[in-house]
């Protein structure tokens, strides 16, 4: 799973801990969550199903073959969720014996013909009905619905909106739509028979064996699964998609995508061979299934989800050439889901205590991706990223990686599990060194193969292959909380020369040992030294110096995730950038001098040298600090940036240079800002804009619906929303909806885009636009998982809901025949109980 949280660009708000919106700990620490007790061994899981769309239903015929785990039972108890349950029977070779079953709150349980010993099969046959609509769980953070099957548009009553089956199993929703032991811990074959129109294509695990027309514009498909894997990751798809092929090596690589995007669907999963061999060969285990598929799919739950070989995408996958060419802004996700085939669908957890040896490897995988394809700095700002995801929220240094007392599953989807966790591998990884961390996660992998996995057994794994104990490691990092606060001291003693550094560790709670890179400065210039910080309040260091050092530079690589302190100077952060070959010590340093907008010199200094750095992500920071209309700036980056504008070979610093020069309000930039409105880039596109809006206003009206803005990204909805809702652009209303609906939020992170929003959202809530009005409540519903025990938030967001209905109901005063508008209103209120 790749949990995708709702507008990224509000998370300084949603996680701030002294924002309205500020998350609680719901963790919990009352109840020891138990891996579920395994009485019953799941072998083969047979479905045939059919399709009610009017009811939005599902026809379903099972048969479950199984045994007693270990002690003899002659019970069988299944999960099974809002379903109707119209049969149950032994069946043995086609014969079926009727057997006695109770059913209530979502169980099955079947009494057998018999007591069964262990390893004595037996098959039960179930005709149900799965009914998704009536499931009474709720959804989360990370997956914020949770009834399994989920019918798209089943009536085709907008027309602007495909229609799709899909299901979604993670946490425990398979219970949905088959009855099972909806538990990590069970593991099982299968096949599904699905009876569709014809017109549609079908997707699930494993191999289709068979494709036969029924009549009457039917079709059935039958996909096998011929090894096992978890009941959360069984998938259908179902929908009217293009199926563009790929291969690696002798294995099928297909890309399901709506028809509007097949001629860019290898562009946007094209790599997905590559990374197939590049983990292949990096884990010495090759990719162990029988085919490797990803689907696309409207209004999905969550980022995306690692179903074995058929992993589901939300659309946002889904791009076109302006944004393509920027980046892939999916890419990540992609390798993500890939790198769960072997740790979460090969290796499941074996509960979701340990959801860590599904998420943090998953998590990781990005970094490695990037490392191997795009360079270490690439990679290393990715892992940047990830850290500051972690330490965003407050609430996260309360929590153990592997947490046996979560107040609810879904809660284990957090950025503990996913981003603390990659970065904790990536130490553990830099403590080993390369060659033992790769051989301890193969023998990981072998030891537990279609089987279940825990944190011991990782570190069991790596303590064979490296010969070193790392209790303390994991005790620490998986078995404990927070992280290290670490600030320093230094004392020169002119006689010795030699510099004595005090490394202190401020964080509440225990102390940590790691591994230490800090880097000297002397006369600018910096001597690497590595140390070890035992778990001490203060640790002591002596080296030998010249002189008394400028500053001191701690975890200078960047691989301890942890806060480090210690005051700099702009003359040190330029000393910094212009000898750190790290990227995260240099873009600290751009930081630093962007921050204070080239106020002083040096800052100035870092931001001109920065404009030529190699990683792009350093150069756009450096562009987003300058302000080229004083005098100084000019004189020292303006030759510079205009040549960025149109020559640097990234797209989005192209964007960001052209954004640089609108700050100046130069109407001799018009041409290029004209020019730019004509580039395949989104983003190019954007910024021109806003250029444009900064010089001649006139124009701005025409330009602003050539930009196509669906699947943009929230930067660029961003920069454009106070464009779109000042000059009335209606085309492009429902592509601000999402960012508008957020206004309240949005104030206290940036008072002016938040007016804007809130002008926006009161425009698309004065008007009859039904996909303005569904992006709004879409995006409301879907933050409610995240907002937690927040009541103050979440009677904010029913508040702004109720002013918008009362607009909505002044247009239908005014147009009572609207076709649509009833149905917003619907919308709108359906929201607002959705926060009862």
């Known amino acids: 799973m790749k949990k995708i949280f709702i507008a990224a660009l509000f998370l300084g708000t949603l996680f701030s801990s002294n924002a309205i919106f500020a998350q609680t700990e719901t963790s919990g620490k009352t109840e020891y969550r138990q891996t579920h007790t395994k009485s019953t061994e799941l072998k083969h899981t047979k479905l045939k199903v059919n399709f009610d769309y009017a009811k939005e239903q599902m026809n379903g015929e099972e048969w479950l073959t199984a045994s007693p785990h270990f002690y003899p039972s002659d019970s069988l108890i299944l999960d099974a969720k809002a379903m109707l349950i119209h049969e149950v029977a032994l069946d043995k070779n086609g014969a079926k014996t009727p057997l006695k079953y109770a059913y209530k709150d979502d169980i099955l349980r079947i009494t057998l013909d018999k007591t069964y010993t262990r390893n004595q099969d037996y098959t039960v046959y179930i005709k149900y009905t799965a009914r998704p609509n009536e499931v009474k769980d709720k959804g989360s953070a990370a997956i914020t619905d949770a009834k399994g099957l989920y019918f798209v548009n089943a009536q085709g009553k907008d027309a602007d909106k495909p229609t799709q089956i899909w299901t979604q199993g993670e946490t425990e929703a398979s219970s949905a739509w088959f009855p099972t032991i909806d538990k990590p811990n069970q593991k099982t074959t299968q096949e599904i028979y699905m009876t569709v129109p014809d017109k549609y294509v079908t997707l699930s695990n494993g191999l289709m064996k068979s494709s036969v027309k029924e009549g009457n514009g039917l079709r059935t498909d039958h996909w096998v699964m011929d090894k096992k894997h978890a009941p959360y990751l069984f998938f259908m798809g179902v929908g009217d998609y293009a199926v563009v092929k790929d291969k690696w090596r002798n294995i099928p690589v297909d890309y399901y995508v709506e028809k509007e995007y097949e001629a860019y669907a290898k562009q946007i999963f094209g790599n997905t061979p590559e990374m197939l061999e590049f983990f292949s060969k990096k884990l010495n285990y090759d990719y162990p299934w029988s085919k490797y598929a990803q689907i696309t799919a409207r209004d999905y739950v969550s980022g995306a989800m690692e179903n074995t070989t058929a992993v589901l995408h939300q659309e946002s996958a889904q791009q076109k050439p302006g944004d393509l060419i920027d980046e892939n802004r999916w890419e990540d996700v992609i390798s993500h889901e890939l790198f769960h085939h072997w740790f979460g669908d090969l290796v499941t957890t074996e509960s979701w205590s340990n ?482």
């Open 355 to 836: 959801l860590t040896v599904n998420e943090s490897f998953a998590n990781y995988s990005e970094y490695l991706w990037n490392e191997y394809k795009y360079g270490k700095d690439f990679a290393d700002y990715t892992l940047m990223k990830a850290a500051e995801g972690y330490f965003r929220d407050p609430s996260n240094v309360t929590k153990d990686l592997v947490r046996f007392n979560y107040h609810h599953k879904e809660d284990m989807f957090d950025a503990v599990s996913y981003n603390k966790g990659g970065s904790i591998l990536h130490m553990l990884r830099n403590y080993l060194g390369d060659e033992a961390f790769w051989a301890g996660m193969h023998d990981y992998l072998k030891t537990n193969e279609y089987g279940t996995g825990e944190a011991h057994q990782f570190r069991l794994s790596l303590e064979k292959v490296s010969g070193k104990d790392l209790n303390w490691f994991f005790n620490q990092w998986y078995f404990n909380s927070g992280h290290p606060k670490v600030s320093y001291t230094t004392t020169f003693e002119p006689v010795k020369k030699e510099v004595k550094i005090t490394v202190s560790q401020d964080q509440l709670g225990g102390n940590f040992q790691f591994p230490l890179a800090l880097d000297i400065y002397e006369n600018g210039k910096p001597a690497r030294k590595n140390v070890w910080v035992s778990a001490k309040d203060k640790n002591v260091f002596t080296f030998p110096v010249s002189k008394n050092p400028d500053f001191i530079n701690l975890n200078a690589d960047g691989v301890i995730l942890g806060e480090f302190t210690g005051e700099k100077t702009s003359e040190q952060y330029f000393a910094q950038y212009s000898n750190s070959k790290e990227f995260l010590s240099r873009y600290r340093a751009v930081e630093h001098a962007a921050e204070n907008k080239g106020a002083n010199p040096a800052a100035l200094k870092i931001l001109v040298a920065a404009l030529k750095d190699s990683n792009f992500r350093i150069r756009m920071k450096a562009l987003s600090g300058l302000d080229l209309s004083k005098p100084d700036q000019a004189k020292a980056a303006l030759s510079t940036v205009e040549k960025m504008a149109s020559e640097d070979p990234k797209t989005l610093v192209q964007a960001a240079a052209i954004s640089a020069l609108a700050k100046t309000k130069d109407k001799k930039y018009l041409p290029v800002f004209e020019k730019g409105m004509n580039a395949v880039s989104n983003a190019v596109k954007g910024s021109s804009l806003s250029g444009i809006a900064a010089v001649d206003p006139s124009k701005v009206a025409t330009l602003a619906s050539s930009i196509d803005l669906d699947g943009a990204s929230e930067d660029l909805i961003a920069e454009l929303l106070p464009i779109i809702v000042k000059n009335k652009i209606e085309k492009q209303m429902p592509a601000i909806a999402s960012t508008a609906a957020f206004y309240p939020f949005l104030k206290f992170q940036n008072p002016e885009l938040g007016a804007a929003a809130e002008d926006g959202y009161n425009w698309i809530m004065s008007s009859d636009n039904l996909k303005a009005t569904e992006n709004v409540t879409k995006i409301l519903t879907q933050v409610k998982g995240q907002l937690g025990n927040n009541p103050q938030a979440k009677m904010m967001i029913v508040q702004i809901l109720k002013e918008g209905l009362a607009k909505k109901m002044a247009v239908l005063k005014a147009n009572p025949a609207s076709p649509t508008i009833n149905q917003q209103i619907d919308l709108i209120n359906k929201t607002i109980e959705a926060y009862k």
